[in-house]
């Protein structure tokens, strides 16, 4: 890699070496080498992404290369949404990966058992302060919706949205409480996501 000619050329450096790095740990999350996904690393990339696409970029050639990075970072995240998608709809994580055999029944108890229904994650709930949606909090809620989800057989909430729909009801519910309660349980079948404010003091 050329050595940087100014303080750009060393932010896109460090931009697109942030962006390789984060396809590398979503690479590792998928192949199942990575407990969790690349959360932080992620907000990093988002972060730079935000700086750069507010400020203004005279340069046009400078502006290209920032919009071109950009551009591969949106694709990148275009994909890894998509695979989570497969993944929460009970696809494996890598393409020819088969899931665990289960361990054999004998043939006269086989007929009599009914098929085994996954198990309902107990009720989730995550609360926001209401000067505002903590990122860490919006994480949080995204993995046990995430995983409530994948128990009823759903398909998991993109994490750019249920950030948008926190942030509006912690907004929309400010003024009722100190607190901002969302409560992730099953409802007739189907995966509920509820709000509420909660004042000082109650549970």
Known sequence: MA????????EMQHLEAEIRRLE???NMFFAGRLPRL???TRARVEALVKKHDRSFIRNTADRFRFESLQNKYAKFCELWERQL???????PRRAGAKPPAAPPRPADKAAKEEPAQPAVPAERVVRFSSAGA???RVKELYEKLAEVKRAAGEAAVPMDRLAALVRAQVQKFA????????????KDGKVSLTVKPVKAGED
């Open 134 to 136: 903590d990122e860490d």
């Open 3 to 10: 050595s940087p000619r100014s303080d750009f050329d060393k």
């Open 38 to 40: 690349p959360w932080e």
């Open 175 to 186: 003024s009722e409480g100190s607190e901002v309660a969302f409560r992730v349980a099953m």
């Open 85 to 91: 998608s497969q993944m929460e709809g009970g696809r």
């Open 24 to 26: 590398a740990e979503y």
